[in-house]
């Protein structure tokens, strides 16, 4: 079977506590070795040609965790953001930030422009990452900015570019790891006519292996978006 590489993955990294928690680890030292998964498979994306790749990192819900968590969470991102910028600019990536940023600490959201800015020449792969990122809150942002243009007519195009990740086509495959089977208030709009895979491995687990598994899957599905395809 030919591997058919999707333009654009979306990835729920979902398990880090209870990956940690089996190991009786703080929730934190699951979130560190994900992050280090995630590391990797960025690289691999690249390897294999994927175009977009959307990470959700951080939700709208994810400030209910206890402070400490969240706090820690938020200096997990700085500290991987300071000391891999170099290496994100060296492989040719352009980064994107989705989600709100009025509730992040001024410096972290400081640092997050800058690699806007300096990462926005290149094109070897384009980066999103949610934080602080809800689904039903980026479409009701994109309403109010709707509101303001005050157009007679709102068509389904001119939304979508009202919406965080209007820099990217909508996503071609989302996988969500760790067993659980929903999407959790990610991208609501743009996986209107995605594929959905679920995986059992936690993520800190996640391998390529796994992510080639996910791939053959995709590779299998037949995309008609609402068409009768020819069998």
Known sequence: MSLKIPEHVAIIMDGNGRWARKRGLPRIAGHYKGAEV????VEFAIELGIKHLTLFAFSTENW???????E???ELLRRYLQTKKDKLYKLGIRVR???RRDRINKELVKLMQEIEEESKKFKNLFLNLAVDYGGRDDILRAVKKAV????????????????DLSCSPDPDLLIRTAGEKRISNFLLWNLAYTELYFS???WPDFSREEF????EDFSRRKRKFGRVLDE
């Open 38 to 41: 995630a590391e990797d498979i």
């Open 64 to 70: 209910n965790r206890p402070k400490e968590e969240v």
């Open 72 to 74: 820690a969470l938020f």
């Open 97 to 99: 930030f989705i989600g």
């Open 148 to 163: 303001k243009l005050q157009r007679e007519e709102i068509t389904e195009e001119l939304f979508s570019s009202l919406l």
């Open 200 to 202: 059992e491995t936690l």
């Open 212 to 215: 080639l598994k996910a791939l």
